[in-house]
Nanobody, 114 residues
Framework: QVQLVESGGGLVQPGGSLRLSCAAS????????MYWYRQAPGKRRELVAS???????NYADSVKGRFTISRDDAKNTVYLQMNSLKPEDTAVYYC????????WGQGTQVTVSS
């Protein structure tokens, strides 16, 4: 049974950092491209970062240089390290994998506010 469970969200001040985790089960992250998306209130869900099976990464222009996606194969977990957070990073963050269909986690709320 495929499952994605995000954690690590919270309230942080502008300029702060958070690390999100996506614990996967039912498949191996290392064999698939893993994605982080986010959705802010009233906006469409947008792709934030991805990591391919070979380890190459891609980022949305809005987060380049601030966010880092990584993977721990032993833990079957994908991470999103978020630094220099801005109020516009406020959103629900979702982990995603595309197997025989799209699978999504439940999301974790990130709020950047003073």
């Amino acid at each position: 049974q495929v499952q994605l469970v995000e954690s690590g969200g919270g309230l942080v001040q502008p300029g702060g950092s958070l690390r999100l985790s996506c614990a996967a089960s039912g498949f191996e992250c290392r064999l698939n491209t893993m994605y982080w998306y986010r959705q802010a209130p009233g906006k469409r869900r947008e792709l934030v970062a991805s990591i391919r099976s070979g380890g190459s990464t891609n980022y949305a222009d809005s987060v380049k240089g601030r966010f880092t996606i990584s993977r721990d194969d032993a833990k079957n977990t994908v991470y999103l390290q978020m630094n220099s957070l801005k109020p516009e990073d406020t959103a629900v963050y979702y982990c995603n994998v595309q197997l025989y269909r799209d699978f999504w986690g439940q999301g974790t709320q990130v709020t950047v506010s003073s």
